[in-house]
């Protein structure tokens, strides 16, 4: 936990770099934008199952379209976090190298440029990891809810170990003939992850300081020089 914890500082240093500035306004605007479509075609989608079925009066669609926004804005944590992760993983060479670039400029000279196509793949994978896992947790978050603190519990837990595999991924893309970090590093690295995504405001900046962090992760672990 002590090196996560020192990625985690080196990842905030790294936040006022041009570039890094540059990659976080545009995948932070094109993440509220495609957050702000998923919400309004799932609300419109609603809105429209209940006109056409007439399952409902016209107050109780008033009522019902409601609660659909309520029940978006509850999940939004996940959306965000879903949306945040493919849109950063569409710019994330680009956030590694320049990370090593500036940190690690002899392990950046040995990487392989990661081109859209397996950027794109990633960023997709990590979608259905993550969707998928905690699809599969669903009925446990629902167990816990009575437990009033549990449910996120076990959410910052399962987003761990998913977010974790993820970042560590982006990463060694640009290094394959480097080893996997070892399970205690990879879930330092997933939970300080996680938990920034559950802290307004900071959470807007997660994705990107997160992928910092498991450049440095990387290459603190394998002691190469930090300049």
Known sequence: MARAVHAFLLALRD????????????????????????????????????????????????????????????????????????V?????????????????????AGAVDVGWRQNIGLALASLVRLVGGNLLALPVYILLLVTGIGTPIFALFVNALLLGRDLEAMVLARHPDRP???????????????????????????????????????HLRDGDEKR
């Open 15 to 86: 936040l006022p770099q041009p570039r890094v500035l540059r990659v976080l306004a545009q995948s932070l605007a094109l993440t509220l934008l495609l957050l702000a479509a998923a919400g309004a075609a799932i609300f419109w989608s609603a809105r429209w199952a209940l006109a056409h079925w007439q399952w409902l009066g016209e107050t109780e669609q008033d009522m019902a379209g409601l609660l659909v926004v309520v029940v978006i804005l509850a999940g939004s944590w996940l959306l965000f976090r879903a949306v945040a992760i493919v």
């Open 88 to 108: 950063v993983g569409l710019f994330a060479d680009g956030i590694v190298a320049d990370v090593e670039g500036r940190h690690y400029p002899a392990a950046a």
């Open 180 to 218: 996997r970090l070892d399970r205690p590093a990879r879930w330092s690295l997933g939970l300080l992850s996680a938990a920034s995504f559950m802290v307004p405001v900071a959470n807007l900046l997660a994705p990107i300081l997160s992928a910092a962090m498991a450049v440095h992760m990387l």
